[in-house]
């Protein structure tokens, strides 16, 4: 609570989350929420009041970024109404992970192609796929960067994070004698 010189009280702010997917919040949107409040009449009277907030979601925005609506509270006799304010929650999203203006991708490969390269499709977040080529071999622990694919930076328009590809190699679970071999002879011997 807090007053000014009049003596009226206004209320601390009421805090309500707005999920929205990485999608809303890469390329932006317009949300519609719907809100009841008390509103006190010229004679008096409280009565509820359904109105229709419109909230301008701006490409960029992280979660936490906060949205606030001066006066939209409650009304109560003697005191100021409460300002509502909306905090971005980011729902998860089944495919990306979000870490600042970058998007993190993992996915999987076989063994082979992480040995000798490959060519892979790799999904962006508007939907749309593209040809990622690799020549290198896939370790534990490799990365790779795909500049200007991540999210928009709230700074520059034009700007935007990177998409950090992760692997996670697939094993095989059995091979045979002759398999054995043949990897041993092309790899050699590392216990050597």
């Not at 998860?92 to 499709?121: M, N, S, W, Y």
Request: proline share 6%; hydrophobic share 35%; aromatic share 6%.
């Amino acid at each position: 609570m807090f007053s000014n010189s009049t003596g009226v009280v206004k209320p601390p702010p009421i805090e309500k989350q707005l999920e929205c997917t990485l999608e809303d919040l890469c390329y932006g949107c317009t949300e519609k929420i719907k809100i009841k409040r008390d509103v006190i009449t010229e004679s008096g009277q409280r009565v509820e009041h359904k109105e229709m907030l419109s909230i301008n979601v701006e490409p960029g925005w992280k979660k936490g970024t906060k949205i606030t609506f001066e006066g939209m509270g409650n009304e109560v006799p003697r005191l100021y109404a409460a300002d509502v304010t909306f905090v971005i929650a980011e729902k998860q999203h089944p495919v990306f992970g979000r870490d600042g203006d970058d998007l993190e991708l993992t996915i999987e490969i076989p063994l082979v192609k992480a040995l000798t390269g490959c060519c892979l499709p790799i999904p962006l977040l508007g939907g749309e796929k593209m040809e990622l080529k690799i020549d290198e071999i896939i370790h534990p622990g490799y990365e790779k960067i795909i500049t200007g694919q991540g999210m928009p930076t709230t700074k520059e328009a034009a700007s935007r994070g990177n998409l950090k590809v992760r692997f996670l190699i697939n094993f095989p679970t059995e091979l045979t004698d002759e398999q054995r071999a043949t990897a041993v002879g092309i790899l050699g011997d590392s216990s050597s």
